[in-house]
């Protein structure tokens, strides 16, 4: 059991949501499991299913963990600032709730950070079962030249669609080491607490699409640094035939991917860093509702009996389907924005 008021904890773990909740228990007793450095948790949960929400509190009640409840979604800024403006230890460790850890996962970042004094330490991310074999991201560059990004003309600053780095390889093929990146996916990361105060919070206007590159972008702005530590490894549940999205978790998946939150992402992103000249966009904005094909629209179909998983019919039930999925997730997003206009990241949660 971790005690919370342990006062060895160097470092205070937050589990936020990403786009789903049926990962959510399984994840969190993973979590337990396979974390032995002294830490304390907080669990922000944000709106999961009552039946969830009951199962995520008795594991945090029993292990002495937080457990911040809100009955509405937060984007994964939002609850991410919410995280660490309750904490007070040295070290931030986020970690989404599709995410599977590894045996001294929390260790090796922890030591990565002290070794290094970086504000920021990504361990090396997984995709797809079985666990921890195929890689997701070992590091990556949002810039070819990051002294040109930031010191050169703002008309002339590109971004570079590098930040995925190995994707698909297996971790057995790949000799990795301890190295700078200029890019970290926030499925999992090490901040230290300190890093906000001087860099500011995660950007709450970017409510989903590219929020970690803008992250990335600020810490290396501002004179930071991040790295990645390969020694530390965790696995991004992503949706797919094993992990499919459930019925559950529909409202907050459609809500997260919303064409509309996509592109109030994209649109702050470029104007925030001076991009509008960059091409870079031209093809995001086109791609917004790829997500609901893949995780909505083709798992639905495919479960029709005889014809489920033919493309043909893939194609016409997205064609048919996407409109009316889109219409949900703007009024899911105007709702959102409705009961959030008037908060600020410290607002009080319905329980604690």
Not at 250 to 268: D, M, V
């Amino acid at each position: 059991m971790t005690n919370l008021k342990n006062n060895q904890a160097d470092v205070t773990v937050v589990v936020t949501a990403r786009d789903r909740f049926s990962l959510a228990v399984r994840s969190l007793e993973n979590l337990v499991a396979v974390t032995r450095h002294p830490y304390k948790l907080i669990y922000i949960d944000a709106g999961s299913p009552p039946y969830v929400a009951k199962n995520l509190k008795q594991i945090c009640e029993k292990n002495a963990f937080e457990y911040v409840r809100f009955d509405h979604f937060l984007s994964p800024c939002q609850s991410r600032n919410r995280g660490h403006h309750m904490s007070s230890t040295k070290y931030v460790a986020y970690i989404e709730n599709d995410v599977m850890a590894s045996e001294g996962w929390l260790e090796a970042l922890i030591k990565c950070g002290e070794e290094t004094g970086a504000e920021v330490v990504q361990p090396l991310i997984c995709q797809g079962m079985p666990l921890h074999t195929e890689i997701h991201q070992a590091g990556g560059n949002f810039t070819e030249d990051m002294d040109a990004f930031f010191n050169g003309p703002t008309q002339s600053r590109r971004l570079t669609d590098k930040h995925l780095n190995h994707q698909g390889k297996r971790v057995d093929e790949v000799e990795l080491e301890r190295t700078e990146t200029q890019v970290c996916e926030v499925h999992c990361i090490l901040v230290r607490r300190d890093t906000f105060e001087r860099f500011g919070d995660f950007d709450e206007n970017m409510p989903c699409s590219k929020d970690h590159i803008d992250f990335s972008i600020t810490i290396w702005a501002n004179g930071g640094r991040i790295m990645l530590e390969p020694s530390s490894v965790v696995t991004f549940c992503h949706p797919d035939r094993h992990n499919p999205v459930e019925v559950m978790d529909r409202p907050i998946f459609i809500l997260r991917w919303s064409p509309n939150w996509q592109r109030k992402s994209l649109n702050h992103f470029r104007k925030k860093w001076g991009l509008e000249s960059d091409p870079y966009f031209e093809k995001y904005q086109k791609l917004t509702k790829w997500r609901y094909h893949d995780g909505v629209v083709r798992p639905m179909i495919r479960k029709l009996p005889m014809i489920g998983h033919s493309y043909k019919v893939q194609a016409i039930a997205s064609k048919a389907m996407l409109p009316l999925i889109s219409a949900v997730g703007t009024h899911l997003g105007n709702k959102q924005a409705s009961q959030t206009a008037n908060w600020n990241s410290r607002e009080v949660p319905t329980s604690r």
